[in-house]
């Protein structure tokens, strides 16, 4: 399955964007989906992810509150609406596919496939 991200771009400090994440060759249904982002000069970190139903939810501390996961089956796609957003929030962002335990799900390594990765620039 591949993932294709999107919906990256230049937005002003206290803006929202909405990223899309859409698998092809096969269904996202069966897979958690997380959000990771990666800023220049920093590790890769998670943000988010959405189990398979997309009723549970999970969030990273920096961005709880503002951010939203949630998915589409029939779309085969996942969204992470981002609202209030900072200029700390800039990064490269990354959807990936998985199936792992709560305990790893902030672990890179525990993804099958990741998509290409999208542009998130919060500037004045």
């Known amino acids: 399955v591949q993932l294709q991200a999107s919906g990256g771009g230049l937005v002003q400090p206290g803006g929202a964007l909405r990223l899309s994440c859409t698998g092809s060759?096969?269904?996202?249904?069966?897979?958690?989906i997380s959000w990771f982002r990666q800023a220049p000069g920093e590790e890769r970190k998670w943000v988010a992810a959405?189990?398979?139903?997309?009723?549970?939810?999970y969030y990273s501390d920096s961005v709880k509150g503002r951010f939203t996961i949630s998915r589409d089956n029939a779309k085969n796609t996942v969204y992470l609406q981002m609202n209030s957003l900072k200029p700390e929030d800039t990064a490269i962002y990354y959807c990936?596919?998985?199936?792992?335990?709560?305990?790893?799900?902030?672990?890179?390594?525990?993804?099958?496939?990741w998509g290409q990765g999208t542009q998130v620039t919060v500037s004045s």
């Open positions: 990936a596919r998985g199936r792992p335990a709560l305990g790893v799900i902030a672990n890179g390594g525990m993804y099958y496939s």
């Open positions: 060759g096969g269904s996202l249904r069966d897979y958690t």
């Open positions: 959405v189990r398979q139903g997309g009723s549970v939810t």
